[in-house]
């Protein structure tokens, strides 16, 4: 559940009290996980069955929360996108289907995106869909690299590490979140409270190592995780750490 999201009402923007992932309305995102080529075009699926009439899409990421991509009203076939952002995105609105697509994908891209049907102070969200880019990093002295993990057994602990080289960005300047990948579930964004450590060398890069603690492993939990790295206003990504239970 979203709590205090903002969301378009004609030209203005007003605040919500509350959003909702479950309801009337049948709301499908069959791909949770999509990933394209740096500066290719992308298309999100939604599947929507709701005699609502307005529809929307929203952007999730940790560095900006929750943000209004585009919005429709079935009704009066009208869309309304917030600022000049129609010349970056589009959406295919009918009865069932409210598909997103994004015209030549840049870094920015990069998040979760729920479509969903609005009624009156509500709005109710699909699962979601990540959308992640592969290519060349928009920071030429920058990488994250992610430790191979091993099998486990149920009920074992796991310490997933991912290292990040981020040239002259310094540490304060860096966030991680985590993202889990599977084929039984939607992504989940796992936001970063485990252990760093930094370095700073006399050339004035930065190095920094993160850790994540999963404690108590289940099948529920197998799946592949991304270190997320968000350095000095650029998004990068690990190679992901697979992680599963032995039966």
Not at 55 to 59: A, L, T
């Given at each position: 559940m979203f709590r205090k999201v903002r969301m378009m009402n004609q030209s203005d923007l007003t605040e919500v009290a509350e959003c909702r992932t479950s309801g009337a309305a049948e709301i499908s995102q069959p791909v949770p996980f999509q990933t394209v080529k740096l500066g290719d075009s992308a298309t999100i699926e939604c599947h929507i069955k709701s005699d609502l009439y307005k529809?929307?899409?929203?952007?999730f990421t940790t560095e900006k929360g929750l943000q209004l991509v585009a919005a429709f009203n079935n009704f009066f076939n009208r869309s309304i996108f917030p600022g000049d952002s129609h010349r970056h995105y589009s959406v295919k609105f009918d009865i069932i289907?409210?598909?997103l697509s994004i015209s030549a994908t840049t870094w920015e891209d990069v998040g979760?995106?729920?479509c969903g049907v609005m009624q009156l102070n509500e709005i109710q969200f699909g699962s979601g869909t990540?959308?992640?880019l592969k290519g060349a990093n928009l920071i030429s002295d920058s990488g994250v690299q992610q430790r191979e993990s091993e099998p486990v057994q149920p009920g074992d602990s796991v310490t997933l590490s991912c290292s990040v080289h981020t040239g002259r960005c310094a540490g304060e300047h860096i966030s991680v979140t985590w993202?889990?990948?599977s084929?039984?579930?939607a992504p989940q964004m796992i936001y970063y409270s485990g252990n760093k450590s930094c370095q700073r060398t006399e050339s004035g890069e930065t190095s920094c190592v993160y850790e994540l603690l999963l404690r108590n492993l289940s099948s529920d939990d197998a799946g592949t995780f991304y270190c997320v790295l968000t350095s000095c206003?650029?998004?990068l990504f690990g190679n992901g750490n697979q992680d599963y239970c032995s039966q």
């Open positions: 529809r929307v899409w929203y952007k289907n409210s598909h979760t995106y729920f990540f959308l992640m993202l889990k990948n084929h039984h579930s206003g650029q998004t």
